[in-house]
């Protein structure tokens, strides 16, 4: 049995914060680091994460969600190695650019059955259970050698493979006169 740590009352304010419960208490600075003109506390730093920006309007990002878009090339990795299917999914998404590819259609599988509940997040058990490609290749897609590439990626619609496939949505190749 594992026991937990006890929860502060900064952790219990910046959860209640997050779930818009109520505000943060403004923190009052220490007297060397106030400004003399100032006489209000400085409210406390908190930021919620922004979206990432993707490559993608939102027209098109709509068409990707109802898989109304037919991607304009295909790879099945699945069955292949973790290497094999690295080599070929850097080919693939490199010559698909070079041909004016802009949606392409990444088969990875579905893995196998996720870890039970009960069981501590490992990376090694997470890519065993599963499965090795679909962990494997949105990180390849977001390396440097793939991402210069890559506006944006996203779970493929049910009609192309559902959870089993990937979008990879390209960026227009820049022509150099």
Not at 9 to 27: C, H, I, N, Q, T
């Amino acid at each position: 049995m594992t026991r937990r740590r006890p929860v502060t009352e900064d952790e219990v304010a910046l959860f209640e914060a997050a779930m818009g419960r109520r505000k943060l208490p403004e923190e009052t600075p220490p007297a060397g680091e106030r400004s003399a003109g100032s006489k209000t506390p400085q409210p406390r730093p908190y930021s919620q994460p922004r979206p990432r920006p993707t490559g993608i309007d939102g027209r098109t990002a709509e068409k990707l969600r109802k898989g109304a878009l037919e991607p304009d090339a295909t790879i099945d990795l699945h069955g292949l190695t973790e290497s094999a299917a690295h080599s070929a999914l850097v080919a693939f998404v490199r010559n698909a650019s070079r041909g004016g590819a802009r949606l392409l259609l990444v088969v990875i599988g579905k893995g196998l059955k996720p870890a039970a509940p009960d069981e501590p997040f490992d990376l090694e058990l997470d890519r065993r259970t599963r499965g090795v490609l679909k962990v494997m290749t949105p990180r390849w897609l977001r390396e440097a050698e793939l991402a210069r590439f890559v506006a944006d990626v996203r779970t493929a619609h049910r009609r192309h493979g559902g959870s089993g496939a990937l979008y990879v949505y390209l960026r227009k190749e820049r022509r150099h006169a």
